[in-house]
């Protein structure tokens, strides 16, 4: 039976409140219902936003404040300071950074821009700022063939990002954060493994940065747990993890020491919409009514399964094969071989998205089952066989 809708539901639809002056009063209980009944571990906070840009854009601001704070110890906030601020200069605006990785997208807006690394259409013709880029590892396939030599590949990009840190402190410019995709998606569905993960959170715990974990493309699911940084198994959470897509509104979760400390250092007049966080309840309801994390797990074998065989079958058009859940990708030889592969797909009824400079990937919803992707797998393997 269909829930009689409420009268204050009906409201939240028509009249979209002005979250950052007049919340509803009643809009923190439905964030237990919604986004905080799936919070990550160890992240007690959440805050709204409209899209995965300004979930970045106000995180990083979150992560400076902090960092700031944790300067400035017991002091009082300086009459110099305020004033700086005003004209950009410091102590008032401080020289922080963010550290981001090559490949890596974290959104098209100004802070956000110079962290985003996967295509130069996003970039050409914006200003953008001297912070520090490190190299995302560049795994080879199959992974059990390649172990010492992977090994080796993660050790060079996490020895890389501590090298950036203590150069850019020499240069005065303090890096405050480190933000990082758990898979690089719209750079080419790069992965590493758990332990890089886990490596690279000690390195921001040892120099003091904030470790934000960008889940826009990665949470809700797909990857076969609720957000893809649970695969880590970390024993200390990220700091901060923002999300937006699947999760029908933008924000961010963070630990409770990350908490801005006076009304409007995290502001806007929207702050999201109440209204989606009604769905999300929803949408949430269902996935654990219809267990579809454990789908995605189950439906994402056989797809992965079955993109081994077209490997090992058409090796001169399918290679370095990779997935988590249902985050499916696969390389092809070049550009032009796979938008020609992405458009005869299309035109049988199968929509595939490309990233980074050749490859192929997948992001079916939660429903998709077994029985979908063999489906698809009979699709493609003839459009393998016919392709020239």
């Not at 203590?166 to 758990?194: C, F, L, M, T, W």
């Not at 889940?215 to 700091?239: M, Y």
Request: charged share 25%; with cysteine.
């Amino acid at each position: 039976m269909m829930k009689t809708v409420r009268a204050w539901d009906v409201s939240t639809f028509i009249n979209r409140p002005a979250l950052g002056i007049l919340p509803p009063e009643n809009f923190s209980e439905r964030l237990k219902e919604s986004l905080l009944s799936v919070a990550p571990k160890g992240l007690p906070q959440v805050m709204t936003m409209a899209c995965g840009s300004c979930s970045n854009e106000n995180a990083f601001k979150l992560i400076f404040m902090w960092y700031r704070n944790k300067e400035r110890g017991r002091n009082n906030v300086t009459k110099e300071e305020l004033e700086s601020c005003m004209i950009n200069q410091p102590p008032g605006c401080p020289d922080y950074a963010m550290l981001s990785f090559m490949g890596g997208f974290h959104g098209r807006t100004f802070g956000c821009l110079a962290t985003t690394h996967s295509k130069a259409i996003h970039k050409l013709d914006i200003p953008s700022l001297d912070w520090p880029i490190a190299p995302f590892p560049r795994l080879k396939y199959p992974l059990e063939d390649f172990v010492k030599e992977n090994q080796q590949e993660e050790a060079r990009c996490l020895e890389e990002v501590e090298d950036l840190i203590v150069k850019y402190r020499k240069k005065k410019k303090i890096v405050a954060g480190i933000i990082i995709e758990p898979i690089q998606s719209e750079g080419g569905d790069n992965h590493a493994s758990d332990d890089f993960f886990r490596k690279l959170r000690d390195i921001a715990r040892k120099h003091g940065c904030a470790f934000l974990v960008d889940e826009v493309q990665t949470g809700g699911g797909c990857t076969g747990k609720f957000w893809a940084h649970e695969h880590w198994g970390l024993d200390d959470p990220a700091d901060v993890v923002t999300f937006s897509k699947k999760m029908m509104t933008g924000g961010f979760f963070h630990k409770e020491e990350f908490r801005p400390n006076a009304p409007y250092r995290i502001f806007n007049t929207w702050l999201g919409d109440p209204s989606k966080n009604l769905l999300l309840a929803e949408v949430i309801r269902v996935i654990k009514r219809e267990d579809l994390i454990n789908n995605a797990a189950h439906a994402g074998k056989a797809l992965l399964t079955g993109l081994l065989d077209l490997q090992a079958r058409y090796p001169h058009l399918i290679s370095r094969v990779r997935g988590r859940g249902t985050f499916c990708s696969f390389d092809t030889p070049n550009d032009a071989t796979r938008n020609k592969l992405i458009t005869i797909a299309r035109n049988k009824g199968v929509v595939l998205g490309g990233c980074g400079d050749r490859s192929i990937r997948f992001r079916p919803t939660l429903i998709f089952k077994d029985h979908h992707a063999h489906l698809f797998l009979n699709i493609f393997s003839d459009i393998l066989a016919n392709f020239k």
